[in-house]
Structure formats: structure tokens, C-alpha cells
């Protein structure tokens, strides 16, 4: 049948439904140098569609484990994960991921790089694949830096290619693993404002991981306080505020406060019951 | 441009360091000929012949070996990379003979090919093979995993991963067991060339083994100071700019 490749330019930029992720169940435990360690102990959780869920921690708590699983990068001892009703059990684009450190492709340039994986598509011709990624590259604000090489760039801009390259795609969900941790105070807030502003033009499913607690807050619709060993889910909060919402705002001290209360009391308690 | 004269400086007065050397007889003139005796004696084997053809036998030698060498070691070193039995086996080989001199190669490709192209090109392969082989497999080891952990998420899959992620990431690591395959491979053929005559073909190292037999020691300088400009050559027309790609995209240099 003949194919109209015009249209399949602006059917590429359209806004795909967000997913709706179903976590039942779900174990993980590792074998290290000090013993058996429960990452994950019967983890139970629901994602809604379009919905910014923020997994905040103490390091070793599990929830990069679990945002792997999502991935399809690992596999859960027991329990499923399902993605609109289906089963993961495999990476698949409809779930990116943005990792910690950039992990950008130094033998690419920016542009390179926001194209890989594109070209994975084969229903899109070379000059649509150009298209988008400079559709995304404009969205983060690095047009002009689309044939600079990896290494020129700061540590704000690479996470912004990194992100241009999550979405390039178009995945239904987006995953981020500390995407900030490594970066300056002020280039954060950047990105806050960034990542809020294209979560609402793209309508991604987000789950978010960070060990910092004011950033979960400014920007999950809910926060999930993770405990380590066992790795459970120890606490929800709803953040009922309006967006775009910033960081140094004094009513979203009042939930991180509460937040790290939370986390704090946990963590004296722990100390307590220990011999 | 003061970089170029500077180079130009510094050779001139080599010569002339050269020239005096010659002029204040400290040597025989049979041991220390004129910079002009050589410039002469190059200058007659350009006119008859003697040297273009002996740098090209000795040069197809190089290439073909080079290559086979090259298009041999990168696969097996993907092997070696990717499967724990290869490595066990095939790796160890290579890191045990990469250890043996390429030169002691010579008495065994002359029992088993006789004095032949096929001995020579044996040797080239063995020199340069077993550089690639560990430098794909420490390079490929040596790639982040969270490079295809990000290329999965993004739908890439075994061979496009292969291709597309392992390969490229560990190409700074294959390059540079490719120019020291080059210099072994390079070493290894001079030092057969001189010491055993080969009979479908006479090289530079031949040309180099007949001057020292007739005692021409313009003919022996000059064919030194060939192999020297090949070799320099090599280095600036393929794998600097190699190099030079690398260190931009990556951003290594200096």
C-alpha cells in the first residue's frame, strides 16, 4: 500500500496517551558482600495515567531497583509489573529512561544522540527523524547546540540533551533516576521549570526518583517515601499544589518539612529498635 | 608557520652536524659517507627503479597482512569480550603470543611456506592479530554498561547494540591496539626482510641486507632514512587524523 510519509511527520509529534502502570507485588533481593539484601519487599503501587509520582529514599532503599523493573532492565523475584494492562518484560520505548549520569553516547554529537533512537523507528523517513529531534532539541532550548560534541557541554545542558533523547521517542511513560543529583543548586531550578513545563505539553506518565526531598515535593502530584531493608513503601503524600510550582516556594517547605519529618522520625525509630 | 620553520631549522642543522662529521674524517669514509653520497644513491634508485619497486612489494606485504590482521583480530576480539570460554581460551592465547617478539615467526613461516610472499604476510598477521584481539576485548570490557542499558530502553537490541553502541564506545581502545598492531606488523617485516631473502619479491629490507653486503653504507643510510619516512608517514596520514577525531569527539585531548 502506499505510504503518505508526509503525514507521518506531525502523527510523530502528537501527544501519545500516557500510560497507566500497575506494580502487584513485587520482590527483588540481591546477594552482596555482607549478606542477602530485600531491595524490594512486596511492593504494591499504582501510577495513573499522566500522573508525577516521586519515589524519595535513603540511598540502597530500592527505588532505582524498582524503576529498573518498570524499565524492563531488570527482573522482579516475584510480583508483575503491567503497563496499560500488559505484562513488562522487556525494555521497550514506551518506557524511557533518564539515568543519573547522562549516559549520552560520546561518539555522537547532541544531535546524534537524540536521533539514536529514533532511527530504531523504521516507519519514519531520515528527514522526519531530523524533524523531530530538533523538535525536542528546540523544547529543551539547545537548538544551536545540535552538532556540538558531548563533552562541550555543562552538566545542565547534558541532562537537557538527555532528556530531548528520552523523548524523542515519544514514550507513554518517563522514567528518572536522580536526573538532577549530579548538578549545581541553580541549573536544578532550571530544570524544574523545564521538566513541569514539558510534562504538561507532553503529557508523560513520570516516576521519579530522588534522594532529595524538596524536589520531590516541587514536582510529584504524590510522593512515595521509600524505607530501606526490607525496601518498602513507607509513607504517601498528596502535594495539592498549583504548577508550575517553585522550589523556594514557602508552601511547598510545609510538605518537605512534613516530608522529612516523616523520613527523620523513621529513621530514630530504626536506631532505637536496633540492639 | 614558526612551527614549520622551527622543523626546518632543526633538520638543517642535523645535516650540516652531519656534513661536518664527515669533513673532519673522524671516520672512514666507507662508515660515514657525505648527506650528498646519500642524496645521490636515493636519487639513482628512484631513476632505475630499485626503490619504488621495492617499497611497493614491501608495502603490499604490510597492507595485506595489516588487514587481514585488522579484520581478523577485531571480530575474535568481540568474542573474547562477549563469551567467558573465548576469553579463557582464545584470550589467553593471544595475551601469551602478543608477549612473543613477531620476529621469532620468521623461522617457522620459512619451514612451512619456504621463501615465499605467503611467509612474509604470515609474519604480518602475527604481528599485528593479537594486538587487536586484546585491544577490541579490553576496549569492548571497558565500555560502560549504563550505555547499553540505554540503548535497550530505547529499543536497540543485540546486533544494532553490537554495532551501533559496543563497537563506537570502545573504538579509542581498538585504535590503539591498531597502531601498535601497525608497529609490530611494521618491525617485524623489516627484521624478516633482512634476514632471510625472499624470492618472489625483494624489499626495502632486502635492499638494506645487499647494502650491507657490498658495504654501501650510502645505500644503507639511504633505505633507513626511507623506512623512516614511511613510518612517519603512517602515522600522520592515517592515524593522527584518526586520533585527532577521537580526541575531539570524546574529549581527551591534552
Avoid at chain 1, 505510504?3 to 510523530?12: A, I, V, Y
Wanted: with cysteine.
Amino acid at each position: 500500500m502506499f505510504r503518505h510519509k508526509t503525514g507521518s511527520l506531525s502523527e510523530e509529534l502528537q501527544v501519545v496517551a500516557p500510560s497507566k502502570l500497575a506494580i502487584e507485588n513485587v520482590s527483588k533481593s540481591f546477594h552482596t558482600t555482607t549478606g542477602k539484601v530485600l531491595a524490594l519487599d512486596r511492593i504494591s503501587l499504582q501510577v495513573n495515567e499522566a500522573e508525577f509520582v516521586c519515589i524519595v529514599g535513603p540511598s540502597g532503599c530500592g527505588k532505582t531497583t524498582l524503576l529498573n523493573i518498570i524499565a524492563g532492565l531488570e527482573k522482579p523475584d516475584s510480583g508483575r509489573v503491567l503497563a496499560d494492562g500488559k505484562p513488562i518484560i522487556s525494555p521497550g520505548r514506551d518506557r524511557l529512561v533518564m539515568f543519573q549520569e547522562s549516559a549520552l553516547f560520546p561518539w555522537l554529537n547532541v544531535l546524534g544522540n537524540v536521533l539514536f533512537g529514533l532511527k530504531l523507528k523504521p516507519q519514519l523517513t531520515n528527514k522526519d527523524r531530523r524533524d523531530v529531534a530538533r523538535y525536542y532539541l528546540e523544547l529543551v532550548d539547545l537548538t544551536r547546540f545540535e552538532r556540538a560534541n558531548i563533552h562541550e557541554l555543562s552538566g545542565g545542558m547534558k541532562q537537557r540533551v538527555a532528556l530531548a533523547r528520552a523523548l524523542a521517542p515519544n514514550p507513554r511513560v518517563l522514567l528518572m533516576d536522580e536526573p538532577f543529583a549530579a548538578l549545581d543548586a541553580l541549573t536544578r531550578e532550571q530544570l524544574y521549570g523545564d521538566l513541569q513545563r514539558i510534562w504538561k505539553e507532553r503529557k508523560k506518565t513520570i516516576v521519579f526518583v530522588t534522594h532529595n526531598v524538596r524536589e520531590a515535593a516541587c514536582l510529584g502530584d504524590r510522593v512515595l517515601l521509600f524505607s530501606p531493608n526490607p525496601g518498602r513503601i513507607q509513607e504517601e503524600f498528596l502535594v495539592d499544589l498549583p504548577r508550575p510550582r517553585d522550589i523556594n516556594s514557602v508552601d511547598l517547605a510545609g510538605y518537605s518539612s512534613k516530608i522529612m519529618r516523616s523520613l527523620k522520625s523513621f529513621n530514630a525509630e530504626r536506631a532505637a529498635a536496633k540492639p | 608557520m614558526r612551527r614549520f620553520l622551527s622543523v626546518i631549522i632543526f633538520f638543517a642543522v642535523l645535516l650540516l652536524l652531519w656534513q661536518w662529521v664527515f669533513k673532519a674524517k673522524i671516520w672512514s669514509p666507507v662508515l660515514v659517507p657525505s648527506p650528498l653520497r646519500v642524496w645521490n644513491y636515493l636519487k639513482g634508485a628512484i631513476a632505475d627503479g630499485t626503490l619504488e619497486q621495492a617499497t611497493l612489494i614491501t608495502m603490499r606485504r604490510l597492507l595485506i597482512g595489516y588487514l587481514v590482521g585488522i579484520i581478523g583480530g577485531i571480530p575474535l576480539g568481540l568474542l573474547t569480550a562477549r563469551w567467558t570460554l573465548f576469553r579463557d581460551t582464545l584470550g589467553t592465547t593471544a595475551l601469551g603470543l602478543q608477549t612473543l617478539p613477531s620476529i621469532c615467526w620468521v623461522p617457522l613461516a620459512l619451514l612451512w611456506f619456504g621463501q615465499t610472499e605467503a611467509a612474509m604476510l604470515f609474519v604480518v598477521v602475527m604481528g599485528t592479530l593479537w594486538s587487536v584481539i586484546i585491544a577490541t576485548e579490553t576496549g569492548v570490557r571497558n565500555v560502560p554498561p549504563i550505555y547499553r542499558r540505554a540503548a535497550l530502553t530505547m529499543g536497540s537490541k543485540r546486533l544494532h547494540i553490537w554495532f551501533k553502541v559496543i563497537l563506537p564506545a570502545a573504538l579509542p581502545f581498538i585504535v590503539s591496539g591498531m597502531k601498535q598492531g601497525w608497529a609490530f606488523a611494521w618491525r617485524s617485516l623489516m627484521a624478516a626482510e633482512i634476514f632471510v631473502t625472499i624470492l618472489t619479491g625483494f624489499g626495502l629490507g632486502q635492499l638494506l641486507h645487499f647494502g650491507r653486503e657490498q658495504q654501501a653504507m650510502e645505500q644503507v643510510i639511504g633505505i633507513m632514512v626511507v623506512i623512516v619516512v614511511i613510518g612517519l608517514l603512517a602515522d600522520k596520514i592515517f592515524f593522527s587524523p584518526i586520533e585527532r577525531f577521537l580526541h575531539h569527539r570524546w574529549g581527551t585531548s591534552q
